[in-house]
RNA sequence: GGCCCGUUGGUCAAGCGGUUAAGACUCCGGCCUCUCACGCCGGCGACGGGAGUUCGAUUCUCCCACGGGUCACCA
């Protein structure tokens, strides 16, 4: 066979040599130990927490290092591909603090290494697979897939692994040129597939994260170039990050299994190849459809679980920082110490590392990311939050975007109560549910929530607020204010010692409890509140006497 | 089924031959306190099973069980 001959008659085209697409992309000059990383995502428009997760390291990777860090889009799947999926990568890994140095962006490509959407690269494949056409390494192949379906069954059947290889693979393999030529003559549609070696071997892969894979080396025929001329994942992936340059490729644990495939094509190309960084599966955990009862931890599926798709965290109004702080916390697992270290630090300056990755598949549990989102926006100081919030609700609460923006100085003033003290108050866990919580502040959004009754009787209550109004002076400082609730406290009857209530309360109408929680009722609405003192001076007096003088 | 990867409390996890087996979240007590939060103190709770190597295995080896992944002209 000449496969010169072929690999004319195949890609007659093709008039580059792979010396020539090399010098196109020359090594890049960056500083000793700097990591080239990407992340490929195939558009298909929907953006799950694992391609963030994978995005986190390959970011940090870089970035640490003085490296690149690029986004590669993997549409070489036209069957998959979803209108305007690229735009929303774009903007989600944008909402969520991703930058890239090169790649695909909203306007375009940027970079020196493009194209970097696979489907605009087919003229840099074709110069490589024909190159493997001409060293007899690579060959059309017109299987029906009526021919595959029953190659498979009868593999099924004979127990063997599936697949086109060896004795299968032979009728194509060794197809004379003339019958290629009339197979395309005629119009048949063919792939490229890779002409394995059979010879049985093991192959040793090193990954990052899990040290050294041991697998039986690839004996498949796999697919190259499909029949419209795209690239498999498999091909596209080693030609793409070779010619990138990449450094490190960071992707999921499922593509494990296709490792041989890609060891023996940098083997056939005569390439270096990068570090393998095969991340763990973010989990859930779950009931069993069997059996209620048990619980089994499962791989979080996009069909069920609504926490998987970033654009949940964005409508929830997740913080990018708490969403941030989470992953790291999945990822490293030394993250949280240092946090504890270094509360005042941004998260960008924690030294990350491929060493302290986790290698079993991460639960995602929302108890934590509640947690880590009371410290994390407990952290930010008033602007930093007004800002976030605002820029939120302006997308999903136009309400409170209005009143954020009519209220500034009364919304800053509300996020620093109980930030004073050494021990500040951690309220916010989201911004949706900021808009909840903060409502009391607002008499567009204020509502009475817990009922007064339950403090004191009718007369009582008109008794005390009428007291308390006339004796309120809004310039009091908090003791002077507290003084004087503790005399009318005592004035009324009731205990002014909480637990002197507790012990004799036949002895008292109730305790200083009952008339602070009217206060508040009175005030926000609610019996469980901020400091009394402090929300009556973010209201103002007006606000303040208005909402008492209507219990007087 | 073949081939891979994995297995420490409910969850995330330290550990890298000798430890009372860290810490965080959740839950439960208690303290602080004008409520709620916050904070602090305390508690419940774990090395999947079996062989072997060793004076000694959570740690090393093998087998099994369980969980996950993958076996496409999808990524």
């Known amino acids: 066979m000449d496969y010169n001959a072929l690999a004319q008659l195949l890609f007659p085209d093709v008039t580059q040599q792979p010396e020539d697409i090399e010098a196109q992309f020359p090594q890049r000059q960056l500083p000793e130990g700097a990591c080239v990383t990407r992340i490929g995502?195939?558009?298909?428009?929907?953006?799950?927490?694992?391609?963030?997760y994978n995005a986190i390291i390959g970011e940090r990777l870089a970035h640490q290092s003085g490296g690149v860090f690029y986004l590669r889009?993997?549409?070489?799947?036209?069957?998959?591909?979803?209108e305007g999926a690229?735009?929303?990568?774009?903007?989600?890994?944008?909402?969520?603090?991703?930058?890239?140095?090169?790649?695909?962006?909203?306007?375009?490509?940027?970079?020196?290494?493009?194209p970097y959407r696979q489907r605009q690269r087919a003229g840099i494949y074709h110069v490589f697979a024909k190159h493997l056409v001409e060293r007899g390494l690579a060959y059309p192949?017109?299987?029906?897939?009526?021919?595959?379906?029953?190659?498979?069954?009868?593999?099924?059947?004979?127990?063997?692994?599936?697949g086109i290889y060896g004795v299968y693979a032979q009728k194509n393999r060794w197809l004379t040129l003339d019958e290629v030529k009339a197979n395309i003559d005629a119009g048949k549609p063919w792939v490229l597939r890779y002409k394995a070696d059979m010879e049985p071997r093991k192959i040793f892969v090193h990954d990052d994260i899990r040290g050294c894979i041991e697998m039986p080396r690839n004996f498949v025929d796999f697919v190259l170039l499909k029949s419209d001329g795209i690239p498999t994942y498999h091909f596209a992936h080693v030609v793409d990050d070779h010619l990138m340059r990449s450094t490190h490729v960071i992707r999921g644990e499922e593509w494990i299994s296709s490792l041989?495939?890609?060891?023996?094509?940098?083997?056939?190309?005569?390439?270096?190849?990068?570090k393998y960084c095969h991340t763990a599966t973010l989990m859930k955990i779950d009931v069993s459809e069997d059996d209620p009862e048990k619980q089994i931890k499962r791989k979080l599926s996009k069909r069920k679980d609504p926490e998987l798709a970033l654009a949940y965290y964005q409508k929830e109004g997740i913080s990018r920082d708490v969403v941030w702080e989470f992953l790291l916390t999945l990822l490293n697992s030394n993250y949280e110490e240092w946090r504890i270290a270094n509360p005042e630090a941004s998260y960008m300056d924690f030294p990350y590392s491929i060493e302290k990755m986790s290698i079993s598949g991460a639960l995602v549990d929302m108890d934590k990311l509640r947690d880590i989102a009371k410290d994390t926006i407990g952290r930010m100081d008033a602007q930093?939050?007004?800002?976030?919030?605002?820029?939120?609700?302006?997308?999903?609460?136009?309400?409170?975007?209005?009143l954020l923006k009519k209220y500034p100085e009364r919304t800053l003033a509300a996020l620093?109560?109980?930030?004073?003290?050494?021990?500040?108050?951690k309220d916010i866990e989201t911004w949706k549910q900021a808009c909840d919580f903060m409502s009391f502040y607002y008499d567009e959004t204020f509502k009475p929530e817990d009922d007064m009754d339950s403090q004191a009787d009718k007369e009582t209550q008109k008794k005390f607020f009428a007291k308390y109004l006339a004796t309120y002076d809004h310039a009091d400082d908090s003791a002077a204010w507290f003084d004087k609730v503790k005399a009318i406290t005592d004035e009324m009857g009731f205990a002014v010692k909480p637990k002197d209530y507790k012990k004799e309360p036949e002895k008292f109408k109730g305790s200083i409890v009952h008339i602070t929680n009217m206060l508040r009722i009175a005030l926000t609405g609610r019996a469980n509140a901020p400091d009394i003192h402090e929300v009556s001076h973010v209201l103002g007096e007006d606000i303040v006497r208005a909402r008492l003088s209507k219990w007087a």
């Open 141 to 162: 192949c017109f299987l029906t897939e009526e021919e595959i379906q029953a190659i498979r069954e009868k593999q099924m059947a004979n127990k063997e692994d599936p």
């Open 73 to 82: 889009i993997e549409d070489t799947d036209n069957k998959r591909e979803v």
């Open 416 to 425: 620093n109560v109980g930030k004073s003290g050494k021990k500040p108050r």
């Open 384 to 402: 930093t939050v007004y800002d976030n919030w605002l820029s939120w609700c302006s997308e999903y609460n136009e309400e409170f975007a209005a």
């Open 86 to 114: 690229v735009e929303t990568l774009i903007n989600a890994m944008d909402y969520f603090g991703v930058h890239f140095d090169e790649g695909a962006t909203a306007d375009g490509d940027k970079g020196a290494y493009g």
């Open 260 to 274: 041989p495939m890609h060891v023996e094509l940098f083997d056939a190309l005569g390439w270096e190849q990068p």
């Open 41 to 52: 995502p195939s558009p298909t428009g929907f953006v799950h927490l694992g391609n963030l």
